[in-house]
């Protein structure tokens, strides 16, 4: 930066954000001749490298000698600064989950080249009044298209007048065409809001008109509680026209890339043009442009996964979080936190509305709606007029099937009619591949993961035994590697494909469809299978968690539960809660638009509380009782909760480590904590895993404690770890 020197002593300093895990800003020299205020964005070394970054503060009163400052090296003139509401958000999520906000900032700063100008491309356009010597009628074609002064690519000109590129460059050579710059896209088409509406029913004009009433008033949070297939999707449409009419860009969140593609479709039919999306599975091109668009105000509304929160949107004004209860909004690395909550957080920040939609709210969403907190609008029959699903029991200690089959016989006829109707069925069962744990006949050998605190799961199509924490894998060997026997080896249980083998060896004329995460051919493959199913293209679906959500299947009259109980089986308060959702999310795709459906739930169990709301659809009751217990443990959401997860290679020093941050805990009233703890994956990836968890009352500012401990904790050495996970999703 000697050039800078020559120039004279720059002498403004800036605070700057740096995506590394340390806990504030560093502190940079602003070069002479440029301006930065808070928010820009900026590249600057980093030790031996060059990080992106943003101005979080100029002038900051460090008392450090500037002369002693390494300097900014790159101002992005070109990029919107972060407007101060995104700063206040990433510095609120920073402060709630205890994370370094520069670990937060990256999750804005997602594409270096979206900072870049676009750059222009050339173009051609007519010069006005200028005529060929000759006029051919290749020549008179490209005239023709470009009549409107509009420029074209020569490519896109030649292809739209079907003329060779000879043609366009002899006309160029005469001058009648020039070259110009013109922007490399054209901004997307934009929603239009009267596009196409449906009449919608009392119960969601209630909603509809009450939370576009929100809009006024500041921020608010509205739950729309509604039963599957209750047209709750129609009613946040609405909410997403008032915001756009208000001039505002919308956001929806979903829990899934799988529900993108449908929700594409719906909103096109209702706005005359697609969303733009954000998630993992998008092109780099795609998020350049969606950055850009979502920064410039051209794109409108998004669909995407939690990381969308923290896009650098021009005007924000909605936020709708789709399926809240969700537990894939939390995300568990690095940053730890829930994009149900954050979304609250930010709408309340900038002060607009956020809705929340679900036929299985969380309980935390159901208490803030009890206490008030959040407005909540009532969907209690389905949009279509069709009857809830007819569900019942099946219990297996004696009605079960034969050993080494996993369909009841009640459940069989009830496919057979289906399949005869032309209807489809779904079998749901929470577990990927063919079994869930292999063992040796002969000696009892199990197969376990050599690196984690987990069976290894058969796959039969991939002929592999694989770790499903880890991504370990082996060959299904022959002989025992225990004891060497020959062919002894078994597989107990089931997985989505031994249940998909049952099938085809009871229904060999059905379309069958296995749909689980393990889907060859990625995200797009998966889509295609779910249209295919929407489309009524399979018979008979076999699918795990992927296949509950959200998904409209028009002529899925029939879901078979293979095993209620298996969500039931962890210690886990959690758990009944989300078994509930699960059960009540996958039966609902039965019979959603047509009515008559119906849902079997083999369990072994029958008298279980779940199961027992489930059948009698009394979910009012039940989630009295799950509320009720939650109080009287002080367990969120009427405490706050922190885990402290220590990890290392070696199990004594891990757990040594645990107890020493134990002990350094500061003495508080009105705290518990519990542990150290085997984490209930005790082992994953070869790390030893050890939990302490922090429980205190609501009022208590259980952060600001957590702070004061870490800092006063051992740090981790040798390999050890230590990660904080506020509002963990397990108990
Ligand atoms: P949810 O999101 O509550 O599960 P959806 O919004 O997917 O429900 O609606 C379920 C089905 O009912 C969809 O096929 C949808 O097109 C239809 N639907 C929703 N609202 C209406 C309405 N007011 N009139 C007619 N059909 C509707
Ligand atoms: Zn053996
Ligand atoms: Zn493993």
């Known amino acids: 930066m000697a050039f800078n020197d020559l120039l004279g002593p720059a002498d403004t300093i800036a605070s700057v954000l740096v995506p590394v895990a340390v806990p504030g800003a560093y502190t940079y020299r602003v070069p002479a001749g440029e301006t930065v205020v808070p928010g820009t964005i900026v590249k600057v070394p980093l030790g031996s490298r060059e990080v992106l970054g943003a101005v979080w503060d100029v002038e900051p009163d460090t008392g450090i000698d500037p002369k002693k400052l390494k300097y900014i090296s790159r101002v992005y003139t070109h990029a919107r600064p972060i407007d101060a509401d995104l700063r206040r958000f990433v510095d609120w999520v920073a402060n709630w989950t205890l994370a370094p906000p520069g670990m937060v900032l990256r999750m804005v700063l997602r594409s270096e080249e979206a900072l870049e100008p676009e750059a222009p491309v050339a173009g051609v356009r007519w010069v006005s009044g200028r005529q060929p010597d000759r006029k051919t009628p290749a020549r008179a074609r490209v005239l023709d298209i470009l009549g409107d002064g509009l420029a074209w690519t020569k490519t896109g000109l030649a292809h739209a007048a079907g003329v060779s590129a000879s043609v366009i460059d002899g006309l160029l050579a005469q001058e009648v065409l020039e070259v110009i710059e013109m922007p490399a896209a054209p901004p997307p088409p934009q929603p239009q809001i009267d596009y196409s509406r449906v009449a919608l029913t009392p119960a969601q004009q209630v909603a509809a008109d009450g939370i576009c009433g929100c809009f006024e008033k500041g921020p608010s949070v509205s739950l729309i509680d509604g039963v599957t297939g209750s047209g709750k999707t129609e009613v946040y449409f609405e909410a997403i026209a008032e915001a756009l009419r208000r001039g505002k860009q919308a956001l929806v969140l979903v829990p899934e890339i799988a529900l993108t593609e449908q929700f594409l479709r719906r909103f096109e039919q209702r706005f005359g043009t697609y969303p733009a999306e954000w998630h993992s599975e998008i092109t780099p091109k795609t998020r350049v442009r969606v950055w850009r668009g979502v920064a410039n105000g051209e794109v409108r509304v998004v669909i995407g996964a939690r990381s969308s929160l923290f896009l650098p949107f021009l005007d924000l004004g909605l936020i709708v979080v789709d399926e809240e209860h969700d537990t894939a909004f939390k995300q568990d690395d690095r940053v730890s936190y829930s994009a149900r909550d954050m979304a ?257 739930l083999q369990t072994y169990a029958p008298d279980q509380p779940v199961i027992r709301a489930l059948l009698s659809a009394d979910r009012d009751a039940f989630y009295a009782a799950e509320i009720d217990a939650r109080r009287a443990a002080g367990l969120p959401p009427f405490g706050r909760l922190v885990a402290i997860v220590v990890s290392g290679p070696d199990k004594g020093l891990a757990e040594a480590y645990a107890r020493a941050v134990l002990r350094s805990a500061p003495p508080a009233q009105d705290l518990t904590i519990l542990g150290p703890a085997e984490a209930a994956l005790a082992m994953v990836r070869g790390r030893h895993r050890y939990r302490l968890l922090a429980l205190a009352p609501r009022r208590f500012d259980l952060q600001a404690y957590i702070r004061a401990w870490l800092s006063a904790a051992p740090r981790p050495v040798k390999g050890l770890r230590l990660q904080v996970d506020v509002d963990p999703q397990h108990f």
Not at 407 to 423: C, N, Q, T, Y
Not at 500 to 523: C, K, M, N, W, Y
């Open 344 to 600: 609250v957080v930010r709408g309340h920040l900038s002060g607009f509305p956020v809705v929340l939609a679900s036929a299985t709210p969380s309980i935390e969403s159901r208490v803030n709606a009890d206490q008030g907190r959040y407005l909540r609008f009532l969907l209690p029959d389905r949009a279509s007029g069709a009857a809830l699903p007819d569900l019942q029991a099946i219990d297996m200690r004696v009605e079960g099937p034969e050993r080494g089959r996993w369909i009841a016989p009640a459940l069989l006829s009830a496919i057979r009619h289906v399949f005869a109707e032309g209807d489809q069925t779904l079998l749901f069962l929470n577990r990927r591949g063919y079994a869930p744990l292999t063992l040796c006949r002969t000696c009892g050998h199990r197969f376990q993961c050599p690196h984690c605190s987990a069976w290894l799961v058969e796959h039969r199509f991939q002929k592999r035994l694989v770790c499903h924490h880890c991504g370990h894998f082996e060959k299904v060997p022959d002989t025992c590697p225990s004891c060497s026997s020959k062919d002894t080896l078994a597989a107990c249980g089931p997985g989505v494909e031994r249940v998909a083998e049952e099938v085809a060896d009871l229904f060999p004329q059905a379309r069958t469809l296995v749909l689980s995460s393990d889907i060859q051919g990625g995200p797009d493959r998966l889509r295609r299978e779910m249209k295919i199913v929407e489309e009524g293209g399979a018979d008979i679906v076999i699918g795990t968690q992927l296949v509950a959500k959200g998904h409209n299947f028009p002529k899925m009259k029939l879901v078979g539960v293979i095993d209620a109980d298996l969500g039931l089986a962890h210690g886990d308060p959690r758990a009944a809660e989300k078994t509930f959702q699960l059960l009540a999310q996958v039966t609902g795709r039965a019979g959603r638009v047509t009515g008559g459906g119906r849902g079997f």
